[in-house]
């Protein structure tokens, strides 16, 4: 278990920071929480030994090469970003030797959601190949969040694919869907939508500020899916009255989502 002593800095208040400064006041109710917005200086730090990077991917890019000159050489950094190979490559430059990528697998739409059980039993990854003992330290602590820790062997290529497809996909998707819907429909047509609508396009109410970093830092591996995707509904639009393309693509489908349960 890392050293909690010198108390748990949180780099970006909003709701993944929030929630990790809550489930760690859970697990440690004298736990000194302190935290750093985006408009307060990084060394607000001050002492902590655990350090955890809450802000959007670019902002946790451009933080890092400042780091080493306000936090202790011995404290444990994760960041919780939603990609990990930009931000890998950041803390490899500025030789953040404790430094772990990280990513919980939980969330939500705003910070009114934030909550101590956020994390409860949702894989975290971690990533950093060069610093097992690190990695270790860095499990102990989201296991003691609540997490599952999750660990990678790579330099984050491999949970970036997996987040563009299982994540960034979805979100994607989601904010066109709902998008092309109101442009179809009249404004005032839209709340006669039932609840497919409602369950499918949930993610269209997360916000851009977040996301416009994450798509951007994915992008090798999100654009991809984005066309093949294009494509098929492409296809699909061409043989709507077919009736084998029909039954084919739903019982697809509907094996991958028995998978999700």
Not at 65 to 74: A, E, F, H, S, Y
Not at 205 to 212: L, V
Request: glycine share 6%.
């Amino acid at each position: 278990m890392p050293d909690i002593t010198q108390g748990l800095a949180i780099v970006g208040p909003g709701l993944i920071g929030t929630s990790v400064g809550l489930a760690a006041k859970r697990r440690w109710p004298q736990l000194d929480v302190r935290t750093v917005d985006k408009d307060q200086p990084l060394n607000g730090i001050g002492t902590a030994r655990i350090i955890v990077l809450a802000a959007p991917v670019d902002a946790i890019v451009e933080m890092i090469p400042r780091l080493p000159g306000v936090i202790d050489p011995q404290a444990l950094v994760i960041d919780t970003g939603s990609t990990k190979q930009a931000i890998l490559k950041a803390a490899a430059a500025a030789k953040i030797a404790q430094f772990v990528g990280g990513h919980p697998m939980a969330g939500g739409t705003s910070i009114a959601e934030a909550r101590a059980e956020l994390f409860d039993g949702r894989p975290w990854f971690l990533v950093n190949p060069e610093a097992p003992d690190v990695v270790r330290r860095a499990a102990s602590f989201v296991d003691a969040l609540g997490a599952r820790p999750i660990v990678f062997e790579d330099h984050g290529q491999q949970h970036d694919r997996l987040m563009a497809a299982i994540s960034h996909l979805p979100q994607v998707t989601a904010s066109v869907l709902m998008a092309t819907v109101a442009r179809a429909v009249d404004a005032e047509y839209l709340c006669w939508a039932g609840a497919g609508l409602r369950d499918t396009t949930r993610l269209a109410a997360s916000s851009a500020e977040m996301w416009q970093s994450i798509l951007s830092a994915n992008r090798e591996h999100l654009a991809p899916l984005l066309k093949t995707l294009a494509a098929d509904l492409s296809a699909l639009a061409d043989h709507l009255d077919d009736p084998d393309a029909i039954p084919k693509l739903f019982d697809e489908a509907r094996k991958a989502r028995a998978a999700l349960k």
